[in-house]
């Protein structure tokens, strides 16, 4: 078997959208650290440039630009200044303090919408407009998607983003598109926020690790769906959450 050509998977190119911090920092590092050339973009352009230039000093390859994902024509400008997209991660996200359900109004929901679903719709349709090569698609869900209290508007959004995967899978495959859903459970980041410690520690006690995992597990996960070696892959939910996701224990 002939052996690999490095300087093929040097070249491959991956966008990820809310990279400035968290989930999409750690996938954007991961990534580069597979070889690919990797833009990293967000609406907070000056932190993704800040955290480019330290991975860049890491020697890795790295650009960012700022991108808000709900933006078509900035999108669609962005993309057009890359000669070829290989893999894009919609990672780019939004959360909220717990709702309940009869609290919760349209303007609430349609802006968890406008971010969760029309954003991963908007960045997704314009990078597999130019993949002509054929190419990855992951998308950042959360094992939320099952269901939880308090958040109606999440749960939706992120539902509404696993059926656009199997949807995409099924229409991309033809053309050697993979699209594929990472579904972490309760990770480290600055989206835990929202919380007051001590609904963070009652959070982290039902998780089956008993405490939040970190990016980077999660960056491992898209590291697998992104490379070539996941071409059989398609239409997928890889959960990462412990297992909660399989069910709890009995008492
Ligand atoms: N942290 C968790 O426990 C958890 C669990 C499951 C799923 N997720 C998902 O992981 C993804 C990343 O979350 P995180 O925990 O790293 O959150 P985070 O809040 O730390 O980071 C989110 C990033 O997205 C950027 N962003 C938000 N809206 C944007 C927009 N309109 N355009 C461009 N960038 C935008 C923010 O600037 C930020 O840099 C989200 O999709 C989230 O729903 C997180």
């Known amino acids: ?17 809310g990279a400035a911090r968290g989930i999409g920092l750690a996938i954007a590092e991961q990534l580069a650290r597979d070889g690919l050339q990797v833009l990293a973009t967000d609406r ?25 994902v709900q933006d078509r024509a900035a999108v669609a400008a962005l993309f ?15 959360a909220s303090s717990m709702l309940p359900f009869r609290e919760l109004d349209a303007a609430q929901l349609r802006a968890m919408l406008g971010v969760n679903l029309m954003g991963s719709f908007i960045v997704a349709q314009e990078a597999v407009r130019r993949m002509p090569q054929g190419g990855r698609v992951v998308q ?38 993979t699209v594929n859903a ?48 996941a071409a059989q892959c398609t239409g997928q939910v890889l959960f990462v959450d412990g297992g909660k996701s399989v069910g709890m224990p009995p008492l």
């Not at 078997?1 to 959208?17: E, F, K, N, Q, S």
């Not at 907070?44 to 808000?68: S, T, Y």
């Not at 057009?80 to 939004?94: E, H, R, S, W, Y």
């Open 1 to 17: 078997m002939a052996a690999a050509d490095p300087t093929a998977l040097a070249a491959r190119c991956a966008v990820v959208t």
């Open 44 to 68: 907070d352009g000056n932190v993704a440039q800040a955290e480019a230039e330290r991975l860049q000093a890491q020697g890795l390859n790295v650009r960012a630009a700022v991108l808000d």
């Open 80 to 94: 057009a200044t890359l000669p070829v997209i290989d893999v894009v991660v919609n990672n780019a996200g939004i």
């Open 140 to 177: 950042i869900a959360s094992r939320g998607y099952l269901g939880g209290a308090g958040a109606a508007h999440y749960v939706a959004s992120k539902a509404a983003v696993v059926g656009m995967v199997r949807a995409m899978a099924i229409e991309l495959r033809w053309r050697g598109i």
């Open 182 to 229: 990472v579904a972490p459970g309760m990770v480290d980041t600055r989206m835990l926020e929202g919380f007051t410690p001590e609904m963070r520690r009652a959070l982290e006690q039902r998780e089956p690790a008993g405490a939040a995992a970190s990016p980077q597990t999660i960056a491992h996960a898209v590291s697998f769906l992104a490379s070539p070696q």
